[in-house]
């Protein structure tokens, strides 16, 4: 995990500080002078003051991702940009559980967010963590679960006799004054891939959480891997080995959405299952999950529906009805035209469009700058009138799908 400040915790480590930043409500940018003011003028050092309303800051933001619980937890902002969110970390200690995994090794556990879920499992954790700063975050968001330690180590030299299950979350970004920059090479991750390849020669169970744009080549063989997608965002990609992987799984989307869960999977090889074929815009267009997208299910989908890709190598599918999908989403289709801008300004005020959501694939089409064409520089008076386009491809041709979201 990304190295953070040792001196923003340390202040809160304390009787004072501790209950100073219990006593504070949600923050709010807008008040944030005002507080710091009073805070200061109570007699609380600057340092206490600044570190009390960055944490304040954090936890509100991580609301997001750890619902109530975040008013007890400490957080860095690396640790929390890279932190699982508690309902996907509930899903990756569940497949501990099941699998009858009687203690796990967190290594590189970051704040603790999977950690936490583990130990609520009732499963032994050991928590391991190289930042000093961040390892003590930890130790404060696990101080309710006696069977979870944190020890501060580099997470490649932690002995691991009598740990049957280890979990791993490689630091993938890098940390510099201008913030935070994300690693793209598997082998640069701290630890790096490999180094989980020699762990799941073991025959432990090994789980992995990674980045969601891992090349499919990239994935090691004998493994599952599972991307996530919460709310439409993709979040991770777990790769599973040995008795967390599930039999006969080589791939899968995992989608949580408020309907729930819902889960598309697949035995074959990233080069193998069925071919979708291809055919004409027509009756309802169908955007794939990005889950569904980055684990290369998007023919296995087009199967589900009934329907067919517009291109080959385009993730949009097209079938002649509606079918309630949680795998993507659906828009009747109203009009197909050429790719034109000067057309397609013309049709924009025929219509009296005031509002264009623009969707993309396939093109190289900035929605922004082509709305910023279309539209009027200065909108009329009067009810605003949205039009949804998809710009896509077919083979070379360039077109323009008139769309209207429809509700399943």
């Known amino acids: 995990m990304p190295h953070a400040p040792q001196e923003q915790i340390a202040p809160l480590l304390t009787t004072e500080g501790w209950e100073l930043l219990a006593s504070l409500g949600p923050y709010k940018e807008a008040d944030a002078f005002s507080v710091n003011a009073d805070l200061r003028k109570a007699g609380h050092s600057p340092e206490l003051v600044a570190a009390v309303l960055t944490q304040s800051r954090l936890r509100t933001r991580a609301e997001a991702k750890f619902g109530e619980f975040a008013r007890q937890m400490l957080f860095t902002q690396a640790g929390l940009e890279q932190a699982t969110r508690l309902n996907v970390a509930a899903r990756h200690a569940e497949r501990f559980a099941t699998a009858g995994v009687a203690h796990v090794a967190d290594l590189g556990c970051g704040l603790g967010a999977d950690s936490l879920a583990m130990a609520s499992m009732d499963i032994a954790v050991t928590a391991v963590e190289m930042d000093e700063t961040t390892a003590a975050c930890a130790t404060i968001n696990l101080i309710p679960f006696p069977h979870a330690t944190v020890v501060h180590a580099d997470a490649t030299s932690v002995e691991l006799d009598g740990i049957d299950g280890v979990w791993l979350d490689p630091a993938r970004r890098t940390t510099s004054t201008s913030g935070t920059k994300r690693i793209w090479d598997p082998e640069a991750f701290s630890p790096p891939l490999s180094f989980v390849e020699s762990l799941a020669a073991t025959g432990r169970a090994i789980g992995v959480k990674m980045g969601p744009g891992i090349p499919h080549d990239s994935v090691p063989k004998g493994c599952e891997a599972q991307w996530i997608s919460v709310g439409g965002d993709v979040t991770e990609v777990t790769l599973w080995f040995n008795a967390v992987a599930r039999p006969g799984v080589r791939r899968a989307a995992l989608v949580l959405g408020s309907q729930g869960a819902a889960e598309i999977t697949s035995g074959e090889d990233f080069d193998g299952g069925p071919v979708a074929a291809v055919g004409p815009v027509e009756g309802f267009l169908y955007e794939p999950d990005g889950a569904v997208i980055r684990a290369g299910l998007v023919a296995d989908v087009a199967e589900r529906l009934g329907g067919h890709l517009v291109d080959e190598h385009i993730a949009y599918i097209c079938a002649p009805g509606l079918h309630d999908t949680p795998f993507a989403r659906a828009y009747r289709v109203l009009e197909v035209m050429p790719y034109n801008v000067k ?66």
């Open 343 to 408: 057309a397609l300004k013309a049709w924009v005020k025929s219509n009296g469009i005031t509002v264009l959501d623009i969707k993309k694939r396939g093109t190289a089409v900035t929605p922004e700058e082509l709305r910023k064409q279309l539209l009027p520089a200065k909108p009329g008076k009067g009810k605003a009138k949205t039009a949804t386009l998809v710009l896509t491809r077919i083979g070379e041709e360039r077109v323009v799908v008139v769309v209207e979201p429809v509700s399943t």
